[in-house]
Each structure stands twice: as structure tokens, then as C-alpha cells.
């Protein structure tokens, strides 16, 4: 049997053209049309992926994501939304969304974004254990946390994979398109504002003073870079 994936959507077309494809594309998958089910069936099941849907009846896939992770059920979301500008928000500290998509969306482009998901996160941190260390914030691999001045910081997945990322190579600048490629593993041109406001994320929980950065620079024109602070 495949990975089981939950499609979650109050729109039975949508639903239905999802299962079509996720399931051609040899995966299982299960399904629910409301926030209060999409929860229930999150709790008591294990998926590897719950595509959810932004906008749904009784609570909406926001609300869904924050019960999830508030509960310590860390199953990998991908987030469908209408709402271009609220990408902050889907992917925002107090949701932990891995990742999201705005529809319309093509069906080959939501089973390269569910291969990707899968991938990375059944993919460990390459890790010996050994911390890393950047004048005060001090990072743990195996443990998805760091600690800034001995003050433990925690992150979503994606963004300790990210600051991780950025600090096994310090002082290189990295390009937002390399970023996705190794951090989210798209083999795909994808949407580089998920870099930045990831980032920004990582400057809100690591950065003395997140509008002036010290660790994670902005190189304009290139990308981003994590660099010992003087």
C-alpha cells in the first residue's frame, strides 16, 4: 500500500480531481470535506501528508493547523488557498503549514509539491550530533532547536532545516533558488517568497533586533547568507 495523503476540501470537484491524481500518482489516500473532520481524522490516523484547504465549514484549515500542531501532531500540511496574501499567516509561527499552494493549481504541480513534502520530511537531518556554534546562538540537529545566549528558541521543520541549511555553509551567500532546491527539494521553479518569509521567521526567534539582522544578511540581487556577527 502507498503513503496515505488526507484531502481536505468543502469542494467535492476539487476533492475528487486531487484522489484522481495523488493516487495515480501511487500514493492512498483518504478524505474529508469540513475543518471538524479534517481534525478527528488527523488525530486518529497517521498519514504522511493532509492537503487541507484554507477556506472550510465549522473551522478553517488555519484553525485545523493550529489545533494539529498545539497537540504535537507533526504530520507534514500542505496548505490550498485562494488567498495569495496570506501566505504569511499559512505558513506563520502560531500554523507551522509546511507548505502552500493558490489556486488554481495544476495537478502536476501539486503532486511534485507532495513528492517534495515526503521527501524532506522523511529525510533526517544530517547530523552527528554535534552542535553548531555561531557567536551566541548555538544550534542542535538532532534536536530541531538552538539556543541563543542559552535561551531555547524552537522552530517548525522547515525553518530549523532552513537555519540549519544556512549555517553549514556560513559565510556563503545562497540564492533563494538554491535555497528551494536543498532546503524544500523542488526540482521545479517554485515560489521564492516561501524563502522569505521563512527567513523572516528565523529573524523574529534568532536576531537581537530582527529589522537589523546580525546573523541572516540580505544580499540584494543574490540571496541570503548566515555570517558570525561582529
Not at 538532532?142 to 555553509?169: D, G
Not at 530582527?210 to 546573523?215: A, C, E, L, R
Request: glycine fraction near 4%; include cysteine; charge should be negative.
Amino acid at each position: 500500500m502507498g503513503k496515505q495523503i488526507l484531502i481536505v476540501d468543502d469542494e467535492e470537484s476539487i476533492v475528487t480531481l486531487l484522489k484522481y491524481n495523488i493516487e495515480n500518482a501511487g500514493f492512498t489516500t483518504d478524505v474529508a470535506y469540513d475543518g471538524e473532520e479534517a481534525y478527528q481524522k488527523a488525530t486518529e490516523n497517521s498519514y504522511e501528508l493532509i492537503i487541507l484547504d484554507l477556506m472550510l465549514p465549522k473551522f478553517d484549515g488555519m484553525e485545523v493547523c493550529r489545533k494539529l500542531r498545539k497537540n504535537d501532531i507533526d504530520i507534514p500540511i500542505l496548505m490550498l488557498t485562494a488567498k495569495d496574501e496570506e501566505i504569511d499567516k499559512i505558513l506563520g509561527l502560531e500554523l507551522g503549514a509546511d507548505d502552500y499552494l493558490t489556486k488554481p493549481f495544476s495537478p502536476k504541480e501539486v503532486i511534485a509539491r507532495v513528492k517534495a513534502i515526503i521527501r524532506r520530511t522523511q529525510r533526517p537531518v544530517e547530523s552527528y550530533y554535534q552542535a553548531i556554534r555561531i557567536k551566541d546562538l548555538t544550534i542542535y540537529p538532532e534536536r530541531y532547536e538552538a539556543e541563543i545566549k542559552e535561551e531555547l528558541i524552537t522552530f517548525t521543520r522547515k525553518e530549523f532545516e532552513l537555519l540549519y541549511y544556512l549555517a553549514k555553509h556560513k559565510g556563503k551567500v545562497i540564492s533563494r533558488d538554491q535555497l528551494l532546491s536543498s532546503v524544500w527539494d523542488y526540482d521545479f521553479v517554485g515560489d521564492t517568497r516561501i524563502v522569505d518569509v521563512h527567513v523572516s521567521h528565523l529573524r523574529d526567534k534568532i536576531e537581537p533586533n530582527s529589522k537589523k539582522p546580525v546573523y541572516i544578511k540580505t544580499v540584494r540581487g543574490l540571496g541570503y547568507k548566515l555570517e558570525e556577527p561582529v
